[in-house]
Structures are given as structure tokens and as C-alpha cells.
Nanobody, 126 residues
Framework: HVQLVESGGGSVQVGGSLRLSCAGS????????MAWFRQAPGKEREGVAA??????STYYAESVKGRFTISQENAKLYLQMNGLKLEDTAMYYC??????????????????????WGQGTQVTVS
């Protein structure tokens, strides 16, 4: 069972940057599909970016391409967010799946793929 804890959220002005972190325990060096999702008030949770750790493959939503970068280092997952916009305001969640990670490429943005979720970290852009 994977436990995920996000950090790094906060308030930032339009055009600013934030770096979110997700610390995971329970999967060690296992192959995983790990992702960042976000949910704004009144909207559905949507996939922002994901990484298939076996190959380091990354996937992004069109709305964040060129602005956000997902990475992994020392068992932590990161989301570097640059050029933040008002519409990026949301609660950001880290998610992971071990078994079924091979579906990452095709299904990374599907909430149903992931078995483990963090509690979220708030990002507010004004």
C-alpha cells in the first residue's frame, strides 16, 4: 500500500512559479505510474501530468504543456509549475498505481487507473 503526502502549495501571483512535491512510501523502487491531478471548485478532478517510472516517460494535459514539468528524484515526485495562470487555481493531488502501471501511457489521465491518492495541496493564483 502506497502512502502519498503532497507539499509545496501556496499563493502566487499570475506568472509566478511553484514546485509541488509528493513523498511516497511503500513502493520503494517499484515500477509505477505516478501523476498529478487537480480539482478546482465545482469542477471534476483532472489529470495534469504523469510519469511512467520504468522509462521515465512523461505525459501532460494540453493546458499545462510548456509550463509544467513532472519529475522524480530520490523517490519523490515533483511538479514544477511556471507561468501560472488564474485557471491553475485548484487543489493538487498526487496519485500512484503499481499494478497496472503499464497502462500509464494510454490511461494516465483517468482517475480510475490510480489506487493511491494523497490528501492534496492547495494552489491559489491571483
Amino acid at each position: 500500500h502506497v502512502q502519498l503526502v503532497e507539499s509545496g502549495g501556496g499563493s502566487v501571483q499570475v506568472g509566478g512559479s511553484l514546485r509541488l512535491s509528493c513523498a511516497g512510501s511503500g513502493y520503494g523502487a517499484g515500477i509505477a505510474c505516478m501523476a498529478w491531478f487537480r480539482q478546482a471548485p465545482g469542477k471534476e478532478r483532472e489529470g495534469v501530468a504523469a510519469m511512467y517510472t520504468l522509462f521515465g516517460s512523461t505525459y501532460y494535459a494540453e493546458s499545462v504543456k510548456g509550463r509544467f514539468t513532472i519529475s522524480q528524484e530520490n523517490a519523490k515526485l515533483y511538479l514544477q509549475m511556471n507561468g501560472l495562470k488564474l485557471e491553475d487555481t485548484a487543489m493538487y493531488y498526487c496519485a500512484a498505481v503499481l499494478s497496472g502501471a503499464a497502462k500509464c501511457g494510454a490511461s494516465w489521465s483517468s482517475r480510475e487507473l490510480y489506487k493511491d491518492w494523497g490528501q492534496g495541496t492547495q494552489v491559489t493564483v491571483s
